[in-house]
């Protein structure tokens, strides 16, 4: 699999607290995220290899 780069704007108390909660369970901020990603139930099935349209908020 070949890795994608995402850029995401957040606070920086928000960032602190992932750099925190990374550090405290000795994993990178990327292993946080993609356990987190991991962990959503997705209705309609699977979609771990087929990305789901966004709607932008109107």
Known sequence: MKAKA???RIS???LNKLRLYS???DK???HVIE???D???IKNGD???TPCPVKPKA
């Open 6 to 8: 995402l850029n995401v």
């Open 39 to 41: 962990s959503l139930n």
């Open 47 to 49: 979609s771990s290899s």
């Open 35 to 37: 356990d987190f990603i």
């Open 12 to 14: 920086e108390r928000r």
């Open 28 to 30: 990178t901020m990327t």
């Open 23 to 25: 550090a405290q369970n």
